[in-house]
C-alpha cells in the first residue's frame, strides 16, 4: 500500500511538474486549447521521436527535372478571406504548399514556417492550406485560423480557404496538380498527413516534396529553397 502512495505520489508530482512545462511554453498563446498547448510543449520530443523511427520522413526529388505538363501559373487559389489570387503572381519566385491544421503534432511548424518565410521572402513565398482531413485536426471556420495563426504564430504568409487536399472529387486543384503526374510532370504523392510540403521553382516547376516530420528549418529544405 505504501509503494502504491509513492507511485500515486510521483505521477502526481509529473503531472504538476508537466502542467507548469506546458504553460511556461505557451506564456504568450492565445485562443489555445489545452490540447493545442500540449502539443506545443511536446513538439520537440515528437519531432525526435519521428526521427528516430522515420515516421513521415520521405523526401522526393525531380532529379531528371521533369517539367510541368499544364502549367502551375494556370492555376489559382482563394485565400483564406475570399479573395482569389493566380498563382501567376508569384512567377519569378519559389514557392513552397503547406497543408496546415491547428490541432496536430506538427502545428509549431507554422512557427518553423514564419522563420522560413522571413529568412528568404525575398526570393520565395509559402502558401498555407488549411485542412481538416486528417484525423479531424482542423475543425475551425476560416476566421478562427485565421485568428489562430496570427496570434499564436505571427503568421504573414499567404493563408489559403480550407479545403480538401487529399486525393478526391473534391481535392483542391492546387493539391490535384501537386498529386498527379499528368500535370506536374513526375509525382503522385499526394500529401502524407497534415504539414506536407511541395516546393515549386521559380519556372513552376515542382521540384521537392518534404514529408511532415521534414522541419521547414531542416538542411534539406533549406538547401532546397537556397538553390
Not at 37 to 59: C, D, E, Q, R
Not at 98 to 108: E, F, H, P, Q, R
Request: hydrophobic share 40%; charged share 20%; net charge positive.
Amino acid at each position: 500500500m505504501k509503494k502504491l502512495r509513492k507511485i500515486l505520489l510521483v505521477v502526481a508530482m509529473l503531472a504538476i511538474v508537466f502542467t507548469g512545462y506546458v504553460e511556461i511554453i505557451n506564456v504568450n498563446s492565445r485562443t489555445m486549447t489545452y490540447r493545442q498547448k500540449v502539443l506545443k510543449a511536446v513538439y520537440p520530443f515528437f519531432m525526435w521521436i519521428t526521427k528516430i523511427t522515420g515516421t513521415n520522413s520521405k523526401k522526393i526529388e525531380n532529379s531528371a527535372a521533369h517539367t510541368a505538363i499544364l502549367p502551375f501559373y494556370d492555376l489559382s487559389a482563394t485565400q483564406n478571406d475570399g479573395t482569389k489570387i493566380s498563382l501567376s503572381e508569384f512567377s519569378g519566385k519559389k514557392v513552397m504548399v503547406v497543408n496546415t491544421a491547428s490541432a496536430c503534432g506538427y502545428t509549431n511548424q507554422y512557427s518553423e514556417l514564419q522563420h522560413l518565410y522571413e529568412k528568404y521572402q525575398n526570393k520565395m513565398v509559402i502558401l498555407a492550406f488549411p485542412s481538416n482531413d486528417f484525423k479531424e485536426q482542423e475543425k475551425g471556420t476560416d476566421v478562427e485560423i485565421a485568428e489562430f495563426c496570427k496570434l499564436n504564430f505571427g503568421i504573414t504568409f499567404p493563408l489559403m480557404k480550407k479545403s480538401v487536399v487529399v486525393k478526391s472529387a473534391e481535392q483542391n486543384p492546387v493539391f490535384q496538380w501537386l498529386s498527379d503526374s499528368s500535370k506536374n510532370g513526375w509525382c503522385n504523392h499526394e500529401p502524407s498527413w497534415n504539414f506536407s510540403k511541395y516546393l515549386i521553382n521559380e519556372k513552376g516547376m515542382l521540384t521537392n516534396y518534404f514529408d511532415p516530420s521534414v522541419s521547414p528549418l531542416s538542411k534539406s529544405v533549406i538547401d532546397a529553397v537556397s538553390k
